[in-house]
């Protein structure tokens, strides 16, 4: 059995720096989600379709997992998206249970925007969003 370290000082430091980092980053996000008319969520779900790894689909149970949602709060959630013409749902092909969810050309042409401020920011927040002493406890397998 591995013993941790007791917390110090610096540690309490690194833990409120990165969470208060990372709440920026997202008010960030839902900011510009809502300036592009769209809700934080509707931009989440758009992400999690096309980031996906290995296809340019992701069913309703990807997604519930992804958003760390209930599978109830997610197919509301696609179908608010659907209403507001940013993705489409089709069964799956293996299964007819599964329901597949694409984006739309209005999806795709609205996520493609928010990615790329996104990914400004992040890259604005480069030389701030630095978790030093976490970094060290994720890099040894002692989680944090």
């Known amino acids: 059995m591995t013993t941790t370290p007791p917390l110090e000082q610096a540690?309490?430091?690194?833990?409120?720096?990165?969470?208060?980092?990372?709440?920026?980053?997202?008010?960030?996000?839902?900011?510009?989600?809502?300036?592009?008319g769209l809700t934080p969520l509707h931009y989440l779900v758009l992400l999690h379709i096309k980031g996906f790894p290995g296809q340019d689909w992701a069913t309703v149970g990807?997604?519930?997992?992804?958003?760390?949602?209930?599978?109830?709060?997610?197919?509301?959630?696609?179908?608010r998206c659907e209403k507001a013409g940013l993705v489409t749902r089709t069964p799956g092909?293996?299964?007819?249970?599964?329901?597949?969810?694409k984006l739309t050309a209005v999806g795709e042409k609205q996520l493609r925007h928010l990615a790329e401020l996104?990914?400004?920011?992040?890259?604005?927040?480069s030389n701030v969003f630095k978790v030093a002493r976490i970094s060290a406890f994720n890099d040894s397998g002692n989680g944090a």
């Open 93 to 101: 092909l293996e299964d007819r249970r599964q329901v597949r969810v």
């Open 118 to 125: 996104h990914r400004n920011e992040l890259r604005s927040l």
């Open 62 to 79: 990807q997604l519930a997992e992804r958003l760390q949602i209930q599978h109830h709060g997610a197919v509301a959630l696609v179908s």
């Open 11 to 36: 540690d309490f430091e690194a833990l409120s720096e990165f969470r208060y980092q990372l709440r920026r980053f997202l008010r960030f996000s839902e900011d510009a989600a809502q300036e592009a």
